[in-house]
């Protein structure tokens, strides 16, 4: 069999210099983090966590040894006595590290939802045996998704004005969001 090799340029330049298992205790929590964490939210991560494992790397920066993404997984590591987690070392001067925590979770939660794919999913994830906390975010976040969906379905059919934004009309309980007018 034969293999082309093909060289491709790079257009992006990556900042992720390693990968490695780190004591969680070591380290240190962002001080310009704006993200606050509600107690539901530190349930449904220790039970997805438990339930399925690490899927996901705590991002921190070498130069500052900030994390710039992961502060609730470090925080219940550290509750729950895990003595490692997967972290990917960040190559940040200051500038970039502040850049990339107001950017990485407001574009994440920009993301639009697809009702049938997540009702299908939360459906074939609840058959299954699963930790008792994720059921009950799951079951929550499909009751919230699906009271969201019935309310801009409403306010369409009585030619209600209609909130527009790129975001879902998902809004998960304890979470504050801001509409403007369009006129």
């Known amino acids: 069999m034969s293999t082309n090799r093909v060289t491709v340029p790079t257009a992006w330049q ?3 210099i390693e990968l490695a298992w780190v004591d ?5 929590a962002n001080s310009k983090n704006f993200r606050t964490h509600p107690t539901e939210q530190a ?3 220790v039970g997805s966590v438990e339930d399925v494992g690490w899927i996901d790397l705590i991002k921190v920066n070498r130069n500052s040894g900030n994390i710039v993404d992961g502060h609730l997984r470090v925080e219940q590591a550290i509750a729950n006595g895990q003595a490692l987690v997967p972290v990917v070392w960040l190559d940040l001067t200051e500038e970039e590290e502040s850049k990339a925590l107001l950017y990485l979770d407001p ?3 920009m993301a639009q939802t697809d009702e049938q794919k997540i009702n299908e999913l939360i459906q074939s994830v609840i058959s299954s045996p699963i930790n008792q906390q994720v059921t009950d975010f799951l ?3 499909q009751a919230e998704y699906i009271r969201g969906g019935r309310t801009v379905k409403r306010a369409r059919e009585n030619n209600q004005a209609e909130v527009t934004s790129s975001y879902p009309a998902f809004v998960p309980a304890g979470r504050v969001f801001r509409c403007q007018s369009g006129s």
């Open 14 to 16: 990556s900042k992720i």
């Open 24 to 28: 969680p205790r070591e380290l240190k």
């Open 43 to 45: 349930d449904a991560l």
């Open 107 to 109: 574009i994440a939660a």
């Open 139 to 141: 079951e929550e976040l």
